[in-house]
């Protein structure tokens, strides 16, 4: 007995269409999708995406700031020309306060014709130490005005780690970012034992200097005292020497 060949249906035909056309979508999506934990902000024509070049991020590795900025929808690739009049800056902390440790850094193109990400601009710095940051920027595009500020966070982009926390093996030795505090503690406790010796070794100069004085008041009272004694011992010896002289007129008198 022939059996007849089966032919998909309409419906199973347009669910295979449609399975098609939405794994389509989703691998463009995840193509031109920016870095995952960044933040969008709009700024008239302008988009800025904000974050970390290289997530999740780690103090003492090389990192950057990273912009994707797009104009009325599409990735702005014209920007090379007008990058000097907005500047990046970055902050350790959750605020970008001048009271921080800040940095400022011009931004570059990170692209090319046929390499990286159109509109994809950086600032390349290393963060050095784990915790919050925060990006700004600030000038213009343009005759559009600049001011964004984007704080690290869960609904923004993530902390700097702790490199410790991530390796394997465990690594014993401290990190760059332990050793440069445990430097910047031992020069503090340092500078405090230099100012100390110092002052006590203006006291002692001080003292010195008393004692100097001192004792030049009292070799300039002994020689004083020499001479007030010289000039009595000198009245002393010149007073009997006339006696003579007045007995010896005496007599001749008698």
Not at 159 to 170: E, G, I, K, W
């Amino acid at each position: 007995m022939r059996r007849r060949p089966i032919h998909p249906t309409m419906p199973a035909r347009l669910v295979r269409v449609a399975f098609i056309l939405g794994a389509a979508v989703l691998l463009a999506a995840l193509a031109a999708a920016p870095a995952s934990a960044h933040a969008e902000k709009q700024v008239g024509r302008y988009t800025f995406v904000v974050g970390f070049g290289d997530e999740p991020a780690y103090a003492g590795q090389p990192n950057s700031l990273q912009v994707l900025i797009s104009r009325d929808g599409k990735p702005a690739t014209d920007l090379a020309g007008k990058l000097d009049g907005l500047m990046a800056h970055a902050f350790y902390g959750r605020k970008a306060s001048p009271r921080f440790e800040n940095v400022m850094m011009p931004l570059e193109p990170r692209f090319g014709d046929d390499w990286g990400t159109p509109g994809d601009y950086r600032s390349f710095f290393v963060p050095t130490q784990a915790g919050a940051y925060t990006f700004a920027l600030k000038g213009k595009l343009g005759d559009q005005k600049v001011d964004v500020v984007v704080p690290s966070g869960p609904e923004t982009f993530g902390d700097v780690n702790d490199p410790a926390r991530a390796a394997f093996p465990a690594v014993k030795d401290p990190t760059t970012a332990q050793l440069a505090q445990r430097l910047d503690r031992e020069t503090t406790r340092l500078n405090g034992t230099v100012a100390a010796a110092t002052a006590a070794q203006r006291a002692a100069e001080d003292r010195v200097d008393q004692a100097r004085l001192l004792a030049l008041g009292g070799l300039l009272v002994g020689v004083v005292g020499l001479v007030v004694g010289a000039l009595a011992w000198g009245r002393r010896t010149a007073a009997p020497a006339a006696r003579p002289d007045a007995v010896l007129t005496g007599a001749g008198k008698v």
